[in-house]
C-alpha cells in the first residue's frame, strides 16, 4: 500500500522567481504557477454534480484526475477555463495574487485544429484574432520540437491523429499561458504513438501547471506528479497520490506497479458506489 499525502495549499509555499545570470545580463523567467481551487458547490442549472470540493495544483506539477465517466472531471476543468460560472463561497487563488483568467491553455482529445487553415496558420490564429503580428519563427521551431518539421503547409485533415495531437501540443506551447488543462488527448491514439506524446508532452510542459483528466491509471502513474481520483454522489475527491520519481515514468517500474494496484481500487470503489 502505498502513502498518500495531503495536499498542503501552494498559498502557504514560498515561490521564488526562477532565475539564472547569463554574463551580465540577469534573465528572469516567470515561476510556475500554483492554484489553490475551492468549489463550494458546481453543477448545471438545477443540479448540482459537487459540493465541497477542494484542489491544489502545485507549481510546474502534473496532477491527475481519474473517476468514472459523468462524475464531474470535465465540468471541473470547465469552471477553472471560465465556461461554468463559480458559485457563492468558491474561489480559485493563484500563488502570484493574480487572477487565472487569460493565463490558461485547454488541450483535449479533439484536437481542436482549424481544418481550413495550414498546420503553421493553426499555430498562430491566436495572435491574428488578438490582432498581434503572427511569430511564425516561434511557431515554426514549436514544430520542429514537437517533430512536424515540413509538415507547415499541410492541413490538419492530411495528417494521422498522432500528428494532430502534436499540433495541439505546439499550439498549447505557443500560447505559453503557465497553467494548461488537458482533457484525456491521448485516449484516440494508438499504444505506442499515445506512449511516445505522454513522453514529448512531459518534457515539454515541464515547466507548466498542469491539470490532466485520464480514465488510464497508466496513464496518469507514468505522467502524474500528483493523482486524485474523484467518486461519489456529490463527488469527493480521494487523497493526494503524491509520486516523487521523475517523469515520465517507466510503466515496468516497480512504483508504478504497486500504485496501479492502489488506484485501481479507488477507481472499483468508485464503480460500486455508482452502481449501488
Ligand atoms: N451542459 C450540461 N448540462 C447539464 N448537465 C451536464 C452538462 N454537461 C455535463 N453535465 C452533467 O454533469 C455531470 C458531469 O459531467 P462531466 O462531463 O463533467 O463528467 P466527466 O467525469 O468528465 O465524464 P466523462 O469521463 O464521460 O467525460 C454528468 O452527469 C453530465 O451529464
Known amino acids: 500500500m502505498v502513502a498518500y499525502e495531503q495536499s498542503s495549499p501552494v498559498l502557504q509555499r514560498d515561490v521564488k522567481n526562477n532565475s539564472s545570470e547569463t554574463g551580465a545580463a540577469r534573465v528572469s523567467t516567470p515561476s510556475p504557477l500554483g492554484v489553490d481551487i475551492h468549489l463550494a458547490t458546481l453543477g448545471y442549472q438545477d443540479t448540482i454534480i459537487l459540493e465541497d470540493l477542494r484542489l491544489t495544483l502545485h507549481p510546474g506539477r502534473i496532477t491527475c484526475l481519474l ?3 459523468g462524475v464531474g472531471k470535465t465540468s471541473i476543468l470547465k469552471s477553472l477555463a471560465g465556461f461554468l460560472p463559480l458559485s457563492k463561497g468558491s474561489r480559485i487563488e493563484c500563488s502570484d495574487g493574480k487572477p487565472l483568467a487569460g493565463r490558461i491553455s485547454y488541450m483535449d482529445q479533439n484536437d481542436l485544429t482549424l481544418p481550413w487553415a495550414s498546420v503553421l ?3 498562430v490564429i491566436a495572435a491574428r484574432l488578438s490582432g498581434k503580428k503572427p511569430d511564425f519563427d516561434r511557431a515554426r521551431h514549436l514544430l520542429e520540437t ?5 509538415k507547415e503547409a499541410l492541413l490538419p485533415s492530411q495528417l494521422s491523429g498522432g500528428m494532430k495531437q502534436r499540433v495541439a501540443l505546439a499550439r498549447t506551447l505557443m500560447d505559453d499561458n503557465p497553467l494548461v488543462l488537458v482533457d484525456e488527448p491521448f485516449s484516440a491514439l494508438d499504444a505506442i504513438t499515445r506512449h511516445r506524446l505522454q513522453d514529448l508532452t512531459v518534457s515539454l510542459l515541464s515547466t507548466k501547471t498542469v491539470l490532466m483528466i485520464t480514465h488510464d491509471p497508466l496513464e496518469a502513474l507514468r505522467m502524474g506528479h500528483h493523482i486524485h481520483v474523484l467518486s461519489g454522489d456529490p ?3 480521494s487523497d493526494d497520490l503524491n509520486l516523487t520519481t521523475p ?6 517500474g516497480p ?5 496501479y494496484n492502489d488506484i485501481l481500487a479507488l477507481l472499483n470503489t ?5 452502481l449501488s
Open 67 to 69: 473517476g468514472p465517466s
Open 121 to 123: 496558420d493553426n499555430l
Open 146 to 150: 514537437v517533430g512536424l518539421a515540413g
Open 235 to 237: 463527488v469527493r475527491l
Open 247 to 252: 517523469v515520465p515514468r517507466d510503466p515496468t
Open 255 to 259: 512504483d508504478i506497479t504497486a500504485c
Open 270 to 274: 468508485a464503480r460500486t458506489e455508482e
